[in-house]
């Protein structure tokens, strides 16, 4: 059997196994976190190799090479094979003020312990 030469946006995110379902996918790309070549696209747009693909994953992007197009789903191996991911590496996290916690039935925070916490999370308007 010949490869074809082109597949549909949908069938291909979920044989590669970016989406779970296939109707997973469809309703990604309904949702516009989809892009082909940079273009929003519809669910029966064709995937052709050389494609650039972006997918939008729990608020990430992640950018995919097409280098060879699946009609089924397959195994995770042969799954990688089929694309490049070209997803920049995550930015490092940036180091947050710690949550201050108060014990449960201690009651409402004095104004000096509201003073403290707002200069703790730097919230605090006056500089000490």
Known sequence: M?????????VWLW??????TRSAATTAIR???VRVNGDPVKAAHAVR??????????????????E??????????IAATA????TPPPRPREFY????????????PTKRERREI???????????
């Open 83 to 86: 694309y490049t991911d070209l």
């Open 97 to 108: 003020a710690p949550i201050v916690h108060r014990d449960r039935g201690s009651g409402r």
């Open 49 to 66: 190799v050389g494609d650039e693909v972006r997918a939008r994953i729990n608020g990430f992007d992640k950018i995919l090479k097409v």
């Open 2 to 10: 010949t490869e074809p030469s082109s597949v549909r946006c949908d």
């Open 15 to 20: 044989a590669v196994r970016i989406y779970k």
């Open 31 to 33: 949702g516009g976190h």
């Open 68 to 77: 060879r197009l699946l009609l089924k789903r397959v195994g995770a191996p």
């Open 118 to 128: 707002d200069r703790l999370t730097g919230r605090d308007s006056r500089e000490p």
